[in-house]
């Protein structure tokens, strides 16, 4: 048998691991809207039988060919270390179990080319944006593979566009918790120095890009996950007379580079610690340069001496928030993940901020449901096994993930399948949740430290198995900007389901999505999507309905057959 680089198409919903065998070469077809954006990988294996000793690598290259009006995206996938299965795995709800410990695909390098070794797999991941809406109809795509300047092989990539125009999301919010000491860190900068204001708008694009339109805002730094290094926008400063004077300078900037990148909604951290809304939130005088605090950390939540802060603070950003006019967007934290022994010091410290702020409303990631039957939180954060409850119950909630939601539940980890995360926009579309909540896209940290870690080394910060592979971030550092994981495309291409399901009308009770029972017990296959989402455009064109009316699809059956080539 004589040496062979063998190549294939493949869905983006297809992980390759250094092992993986070679698939069939053969024509993918894609089922898209006007305005969808949308990838595929190609994937590479030099075949090299009983070779004597290693051979240098082939480098090979790719380039893809299509209509103009298509921006055409190609980069090199990555591969990770991980060490260890994540806790509760199985073979039935993780992907590449067979294949971990080792490599796992994740980072998405802007690279067209690669070195390509012998007997290993590696591929391509081609992601496609359109710069206007296409003219229905079937378009094609050609992806070149080159060994030096020969073409080794060409494939063609068949792209169905129907009479569709997604309409952007409409009453669901997204927040990936964004990091700024993780910048400062990454990038060796101070805060908050010119290099980092020119470092954050790819950041916060990148964020928007990918379907979020919240942003958290550390006007103070966000009291989570142990002491950070400070990232305080608010300048503070006491005059004589123990008054507060504040600068919202870098505050203003901070808003103003989100809303040019795309995000519309904001988040302010919580006002109490985490885990127990014991103590008040550590802020510092100025912005932390000599990490010098207003008071001493362990003073307790409602002490007279935060109240006189909060008394002075609160109204401040009221103003502020309203020269800025985006009160309506806002959203506020009271403390982050409490529990229900911590029902009395949530009490409270609601108390306090009712006194001071009447006009602020409070969401926080909890569990407990007697937060918000009591009228303590007004927009409650629950996590996706308890999340039900507060359905059952009628409270409007948002509703998260995190490390503890593993094995059939959904998240988005490194052995999470891609069906799987694809299957996101689909479940946040099935029941009247008002928006979605992660705690990680860039913390790049030893667990409760400052201590900066290498994210392509470490993607459990330093804290497996209490916290999986994949749980801290989905976006990378890169020397010039984000770099992207395959987590998080698909995650993207989720949403944006979501976003076509809100703009086909359908129902969340419609028959096509019967099979859809809670955030564990849905279907997890690429088959049912694919196959599904042919049936909700076709149906759509068939019927000319237009965007905004809402028809029931109850004729699609339970359980959708398919091909992995449509998508």
């Known amino acids: 048998m004589k040496q062979v680089i063998k190549s294939w198409l493949a869905t983006p919903l297809v992980r390759h691991y250094p092992a993986t065998a070679p698939s069939p070469s053969r024509l993918l077809r894609l089922h898209v809207a006007r305005n969808e954006f949308f990838s595929f990988q190609i994937g590479l294996r030099w075949v090299l039988p009983d070779p004597e000793g290693i051979p240098r690598p082939v480098e090979v290259s790719a380039k893809v060919e299509g209509p103009k009006d298509w921006s055409v995206r190609v980069r090199r996938v990555g591969y990770v270390p991980m060490r260890h299965h994540n806790l509760a795995a199985t073979p039935e709800e993780s992907e590449g179990f067979e294949h971990i410990p080792g490599f796992v695909p994740d980072p998405l390098f802007e690279e067209d080319r690669i070195a390509l070794p012998a007997n290993e797999t590696h591929a391509f991941w081609i992601s496609v944006r359109p710069k206007r809406a296409l003219p229905p109809g079937i378009h094609r795509l050609s992806v070149k593979l080159l060994k030096g300047e020969k073409l080794l092989r060409t494939h063609t990539v068949e792209v169905r566009v129907e009479d569709v125009r997604i309409q952007p999301r409409k009453n669901f919010r997204v927040s990936n918790w964004f990091y700024c000491d993780a910048l400062l860190d990454y990038y060796k900068l101070e805060p908050f120095e010119e290099r980092f204001w020119e470092i954050l708008p ?60 795309g995000l519309r909604y904001f988040e302010w951290p919580p006002l109490f610690t985490q885990w127990g809304v014991k103590f008040a939130v550590r802020i ?71 006194k001071i702020a009447p006009w602020m409303t409070f969401m926080d990631a909890l569990s407990d449901i007697q937060f918000a039957r009591q009228g303590l939180t007004d927009l409650p954060v629950a996590s996706i096994n308890h999340a039900m409850e507060f359905v059952e119950a009628g409270i409007p909630s948002w509703c998260y993930y995190c490390c503890s939601q593993r094995g059939r539940l959904l998240n988005r980890l490194l052995d999470t399948p891609l069906a799987k995360i694809r299957m996101s926009g689909w479940l946040f579309h099935r029941w009247p949740f008002q928006g979605f909540l992660h705690w990680g896209a860039n913390y790049w940290y030893r667990v409760g430290s400052r201590q900066l870690l290498d994210p392509f080394a470490v993607q459990h910060g330093e804290n497996w198995p209490h916290w999986p592979s994949g749980d801290t971030f989905v976006i990378y550092p890169g020397e010039r900007g984000p770099i992207d994981s395959i987590r998080w495309e698909v995650f993207a291409e989720g949403l944006q389901d979501q976003a076509l399901l809100q703009t086909l009308g359908v129902e969340p009770t419609d028959r096509a999505l019967a099979t859809l029972h809670s955030f564990e017990d849905f279907p997890k296959s690429e088959a049912w999507i694919h196959a599904t989402r042919k049936a909700v455009l076709l149906a759509r064109i068939s019927e000319k309905c237009k965007p905004k009316e809402r028809g029931h699809l109850g004729r699609f059956p339970n359980h959708a057959g398919g091909t992995p080539t449509l998508l």
Do not use: M
């Open 284 to 354: 510092y005088e100025n912005q932390g340069g000599d990490e010098k605090l207003l008071w001493d950390p362990e003073t307790p939540a409602t002490d007279p001496v935060y109240e006189k802060f909060l008394t002075s603070f609160l109204p401040a950003l009221h103003r502020f928030l309203l020269e800025e006019g985006i009160v309506s967007h806002c959203s506020f934290h009271l403390s982050d993940e409490p529990r229900g022994e911590h029902l009395p010091n949530y009490r409270q410290a609601r108390e306090l901020l009712k």
């Open 202 to 261: 790819a950041y916060l694009r990148n964020l928007a890009e990918h379907g979020q339109d919240t942003i958290l805002v550390p006007v103070v730094t966000p009291a989570t996950d142990g002491v950070k290094r400070p990232t305080q926008l608010l300048r503070v400063k006491r005059d004589r007379n123990g008054r507060y004077r504040f600068d919202w300078t870098d505050v203003r900037r901070f808003l103003r580079i989100a809303q040019e990148a």
